[in-house]
Structures are given as structure tokens and as C-alpha cells.
Nanobody, 123 residues
Framework: QVQVVESGGGLVQAGGSLRLSCTTSGRIFSDYDMAWFRQAPGKEREFVAAIKWTDGTYYADSLKGRFTISRDKAKTTGYLQMNSLKPEDTAVYFC?????????????????WGQGTQVTVSS
């Protein structure tokens, strides 16, 4: 069993930055892929970014240049650095992990999810 816990959300003004953390525990190994998704009120969940066990990274086209995904050397904690935040970035951000994900942006490929952390960007 794998546990996933997000942290680091909060309220920030437009143009500000936040760094989200995703801490995993349990039966997780260095060959797990990790991703961030978000869901705004009244909208479907959308892909934000992913990092493969090989350290390759993927981003939603609309977020490239503002968001950066990374992971520590042990590959049990991941991060999402969010810069130049906009009100439209307001959402609950979820971390997800799985072994050998085929399509990084496909939520159904991930079998372990956290409860989410709220990010609110004020204008």
C-alpha cells in the first residue's frame, strides 16, 4: 500500500509563487512515476505536470514556463514549484503516483492519489 500526502497549498496574490510537496510512504520504490493534477470548482480534473522514474518531465502546454516539477534523490517526495500565479490557477491540486505510467497526462494510469491541497490565487 502506498500513501500520498500533499502539502504547501494556501492563499497567494496574483504574480506570487507557491511550492507544493507530495510525500509518499509505504511500498513505493524509485521506479514510480509521479504527477500533479488539479481541479477547479465546476471543472474537470486536468493534468498539470509529471515526472517519470527516469526523471523525464512533462507539462501541460498552458503551464510550461511557470510550473516546474521535481523530485528528491530518494524519489519519495515530489515538488511542484508554481510561479507567476494567476487567479485561474485556483484549484485543488492532487498528487498521484504509479509504477510505469504509459501516458503521463492520463489520470486513470495512476493508482495512488492524495487528498489534495487547495491553492487560491487572489487578483
Amino acid at each position: 500500500q502506498v500513501q500520498v500526502v500533499e502539502s504547501g497549498g494556501g492563499l497567494v496574490q496574483a504574480g506570487g509563487s507557491l511550492r507544493l510537496s507530495c510525500t509518499t510512504s509505504g511500498r513505493i520504490f524509485s521506479d514510480y512515476d509521479m504527477a500533479w493534477f488539479r481541479q477547479a470548482p465546476g471543472k474537470e480534473r486536468e493534468f498539470v505536470a509529471a515526472i517519470k522514474w527516469t526523471d523525464g518531465t512533462y507539462y501541460a502546454d498552458s503551464l510550461k514556463g511557470r510550473f516546474t516539477i521535481s523530485r528528491d534523490k530518494a524519489k519519495t517526495t515530489g515538488y511542484l514549484q508554481m510561479n507567476s500565479l494567476k487567479p485561474e490557477d485556483t484549484a485543488v491540486y492532487f498528487c498521484a503516483v504509479a509504477k510505469f505510467v504509459r501516458i503521463a497526462a492520463r489520470g486513470s494510469d495512476y493508482n495512488y492519489w492524495g487528498q489534495g491541497t487547495q491553492v487560491t490565487v487572489s487578483s
